[in-house]
């Protein structure tokens, strides 16, 4: 079964503006990840966040994570054309264990 | 980051046939395997946990004898679909947690039943 929600499932943004994208979720959990798939792809691993972490970073992707909330959020920023594709976060109650997916957000971004 | 591989990416079949996946981790052991599955425009749907050297955990609802696993070694699971029907044809895709946190996924395969 799906571990939660994401929203928006679909946005729509202009080249150069910043994407944001949220995922909620029901559990506990260790970890939490977040993913990229391209229409018709294999899954792409962005960034993991740790059930003691807050916030990372790589590259122009922020990740934030609050478990008193059981949220997570991930932020493009400067995003470009070839950004435009399903963004999917990932709970893993364990380490290394299975991970439940939320709905995933199609994101595109407009030339 | 870690390598995942998948085969065959794609195969088409007649309604009946058995079908074969494997997925091979290239440049890790994975003592453990996940098997998704995902139907256009979804999430992934996890169908069962592979384990070396003993018996796959299968998720509600997936049928163990339809979907048989086999965890040959310590960077090779196998999934085939038994007796398919076009009901099975989906996008199935595997992943490997390396050093135990980040899952890495295979690029899938597109299986499409007649």
């Known amino acids: 079964s799906q571990q939660g929600e994401e929203d928006p499932q679909a946005l729509s943004i202009q080249e150069g503006e910043n994407a944001t994208m949220n995922c909620s979720y029901k559990?506990?959990?260790?970890?939490l990840q977040w993913y990229r798939q391209n229409s018709g792809r294999g899954l792409v691993h962005l960034i993991l966040?740790?059930?003691?972490?807050r916030e990372k970073h790589s590259g122009r992707l922020r990740v934030t994570l609050d478990t008193s909330k059981k949220s997570s959020s991930l932020l493009i920023t400067a995003s470009r054309a070839a950004d435009t594709a399903s963004y999917f976060c990932?709970?893993?109650?364990?380490?290394?264990?299975?991970?439940?997916f939320g709905e995933g957000t199609q994101l595109t971004v407009n030339p | 980051g870690a390598v995942v591989s998948q085969h065959p990416s794609w195969v088409i079949c007649k309604s009946g046939t058995s079908v074969k996946i494997e997925c091979r981790s290239l440049?890790?052991?994975?003592?453990?395997m996940f098997w998704y599955r995902q139907f256009p425009k979804q999430s992934l749907m996890l169908m069962a946990t592979?384990?070396?050297?003993?018996?796959?955990?299968?998720e509600q609802g997936v049928e163990k004898d339809k979907f048989l696993i086999n965890h040959a070694s310590l960077t090779l699971s196998t999934l085939t679909v038994t007796s398919a029907h076009p009901e099975d044809s989906s996008f199935y895709i595997c992943?490997?947690?390396?050093?135990?946190?980040?899952?890495?996924f295979g690029p899938g395969t597109r299986l499409l039943v007649l």
């Open positions: 992943s490997a947690p390396e050093a135990g946190e980040t899952q890495y």
């Open positions: 559990t506990s959990i260790n970890n």
């Open positions: 966040i740790r059930s003691n972490e």
């Open positions: 990932a709970t893993g109650e364990t380490s290394g264990s299975r991970l439940t």
């Open positions: 440049d890790f052991q994975a003592t453990t």
């Open positions: 592979s384990n070396e050297g003993s018996k796959a955990t299968y």
